[in-house]
């Protein structure tokens, strides 16, 4: 493990908090323009306009990482901590970031089944992480 860079997984922990900030940034974008800046900077105590389908779809994708990435941030905390990085974990790390990734397009677009693939695939990488950590 490089000490300036760090592991493959904390790497892909890091990048994994970008993605979550930009979906986060994206999503609140969204709401901003489809439901206005006084709605926004209101108490919010009326019911909220509506929102479009592409931003109700973007707030859904950054819901659903909210959902798992916890549970990746701890897989990756745990195998880094007890030192069972191995290539297998690294993998696992890499698979969950680039799916996350494809996950927000793909959730955008309203491609289903192709969504839950790329959702399957993201944590069958957190559960390879995870299984370093717990042999």
Do not use: H
């Not at 105590?45 to 701890?74: H, K, M």
């Amino acid at each position: 493990m490089n000490i300036v860079t760090g592991s493959i997984e904390i790497q892909m922990l890091c990048w994994s908090v970008v993605l979550g900030l930009g979906q986060l940034a994206v999503a609140t974008l969204g709401g901003l323009v489809d439901q206005g800046l006084p709605y926004n900077i209101s108490s919010r105590d009326l019911p909220p306009p509506s929102i479009t389908r592409i931003t109700a779809r973007l707030q859904r994708a950054f819901g659903n990482f909210r959902e798992s990435f916890v549970y990746f941030a701890v897989a990756v905390l745990v195998v880094t901590t007890m030192v069972k990085n191995n290539p297998t974990s690294a993998l696992g790390a890499q698979l969950y970031f680039w799916s996350r990734v494809a996950y927000v397009p793909v959730y955008a677009a309203g491609i289903p089944v192709l969504r839950t693939l790329i959702w399957a695939a993201s944590i069958v990488g957190l559960v390879m992480v995870l299984g370093a950590a717990l042999r």
